[in-house]
């Protein structure tokens, strides 16, 4: 997609006006930039979000004990078995790998409906909700990805919305990480995991940078640093 051009000021006095009403006051030059003043961003390609997001649906079917045989078929046909990391191959055929550790991916999933334009907010404070099944590809009946795409009609959002919510979702994660560091308790009504597995969806999917290169964010899903 096309970069667009925004200013990071303006993005972060936005967040910091979310997290006061979130409940956390932070002065904007308290936090770590996001995205520098001449950056660039641009949203991944439609398709690349969907193919992610048809993965980790099969991932969170595993969880619950989809058979290997069927998932890996599923992949097949959908033709994006090659968009599998190493440890999600193992897990989808093999079962090896910590169950516990993929399910927690979920916030991950419902970040990618959200910017596909499914679901229809991120709030940090609230959980994915119990309407995200239907939001993806129905394995129960074997809907195709060709199908699915004709009934939820996915369509992404603007890559300065999405950074809008990356830089959000840094600085929360930034703050717990922060308070780590210092001993302290922040007792913010955030689930740090939630706000971990959500941050590394809008990482891989916004790509951001000055001039011709658009590096931040273009890395394959297992080797985004957060």
């Not at 200013?7 to 936005?14: E, G, L, M, T, Y």
């Not at 993806?136 to 699915?148: A, F, G, V």
């Not at 308070?179 to 913010?188: C, D, E, P, W």
């Not at 951001?208 to 899903?221: K, Q």
Request: proline fraction near 8%; aromatic fraction near 8%; hydrophobic fraction near 40%.
């Amino acid at each position: 997609m096309t970069p667009l051009l925004f200013d990071p000021r303006q993005v972060r006095a936005r967040t910091c006006d979310d997290l006061s009403q979130l409940g956390v006051p932070v002065r904007p030059e308290y936090l770590p930039a996001t995205f520098q003043p001449d950056d660039r961003v641009a949203l991944r390609p439609q398709p690349d979000i969907e193919a992610r997001a048809a993965i980790l649906n099969i991932v969170q079917a595993r969880v619950f004990d989809m058979p290997p045989q069927m998932a890996m078929r599923w992949l097949l046909d959908a033709r994006v078995l090659e968009e599998l990391t190493r440890d999600e191959w193992q897990f989808i055929a093999t079962g090896n790998g910590d169950p516990q550790r993929y399910s927690e991916q979920l916030e991950s999933l419902y970040t990618l409906a959200w910017m596909l334009g499914l679901a229809t907010h991120l709030d940090p404070s609230q959980y994915c909700n119990d309407g995200l099944p239907a939001l993806m590809p129905d394995l129960r009946t074997q809907e195709s990805m060709r199908l699915w795409r004709g009934r939820a009609r996915p369509t992404a959002r603007d890559a300065i919305e999405v950074a809008e919510m990356l830089d959000l979702y840094s600085c929360l994660g930034w703050l717990y990480t922060d308070a780590q560091r210092r001993g302290v308790h922040l007792g913010l009504p955030f689930d740090p995991s939630l706000v971990w597995h959500r941050r590394w969806a809008l990482e891989w999917g916004i790509r951001a940078g000055s001039g011709n290169r658009l590096a931040h964010g273009g890395r394959p899903w297992d080797q985004i640093r957060l």
